[in-house]
């Protein structure tokens, strides 16, 4: 099993399985996929309406993903900007 993990409390935030929803990522200890957060938040939907619908999601595991993708998305902007250079 594969894994994104918040490096502050060494918890997943994510994982993929073969034998979970055919190995899409999902919120680790659910079966809800990630890409369900961002199809509501595309959709115009809050954090509050996602976590109203899908229980089994913390605040905390929604607001740690959100987190690692803006760093992750910052860092690549950053090495790109360091290649064009």
Do not use: W
Request: glycine content about 8%; some cysteine.
């Amino acid at each position: 099993m594969r894994g994104v993990t918040l490096d502050l409390m060494r918890k997943p935030i994510v994982t993929c399985s073969p034998e979970v929803l055919g190995g899409a990522p999902v919120f680790a200890g659910t079966r809800v996929p990630v890409q369900t957060l961002i199809d509501y938040l595309e959709g115009n939907e809050t954090i509050d309406d996602f976590l109203n619908g899908f229980p089994t999601v913390s605040r905390e595991q929604v607001l740690a993903f959100l987190e690692e993708a803006k760093d992750r998305v910052v860092a690549a902007a950053s090495e790109n900007a360091t290649l064009q250079t």
